[in-house]
């Protein structure tokens, strides 16, 4: 296999999260990006499952996941000023546009927020043991 084709199977997200609809993968993400878990055991399992997969990856690459947007929108906000002296205010918006999009790109992103991701990892385990008791014991479950 390829450097290439391997880094990026590396970097692919676990296989139930990419079955998971739109809207769930977005609820599982802003989990992490909270530091929250799922009240549902599937989707709390799910979210356990990503936030391993956040953490097992190398600390250079986390770095590089956090603050590459931050350095591409700051050379867009430094690129804005000759165009906003020449006055072309549709260049000007375009790239405030782009500059706009990248800061919630760290805003959302879980690689921004390790210590969110930490959390929501404790949490998910904790519903999962609950949930784990809850089988195990079903007549403590039923009271």
């Known amino acids: 296999m390829s450097e290439c084709s391997r880094t990026a199977t590396d970097l692919s997200m ?3 999260f990419r079955e998971l609809s739109s809207v769930d993968q977005f609820r599982v993400l802003r ?4 530091g929250e878990a799922s009240d ?11 936030a391993e997969h956040y953490q097992t990856k190398s600390h250079i690459l ?11 929108a700051l ?11 020449d006055g072309q205010i549709g260049m000007v918006i375009l ?3 782009l500059a706009l999009g990248l800061f ?4 959302l992103n879980p690689w921004t927020r390790p210590k969110n991701v930490a959390r929501s990892m404790e949490a998910s385990r904790r519903v999962r043991d609950q949930v ?5 014991d079903p007549d403590r479950a039923a009271q």
Do not use: N, Q
């Open 14 to 16: 676990p296989p139930k």
């Open 31 to 34: 989990f992490l990006t909270r």
């Open 62 to 72: 986390s770095a590089f996941y956090r603050w590459w947007p931050v350095v591409l």
């Open 95 to 97: 790239l405030l546009l």
């Open 40 to 50: 549902d055991p599937a989707l709390a399992a799910i979210t356990l499952e990503t």
């Open 132 to 136: 784990a008791s809850r089988e195990a």
């Open 75 to 85: 050379f867009l906000v430094v690129g804005i000023l000759p165009d906003a002296l």
């Open 104 to 107: 919630w790109h760290v805003m």
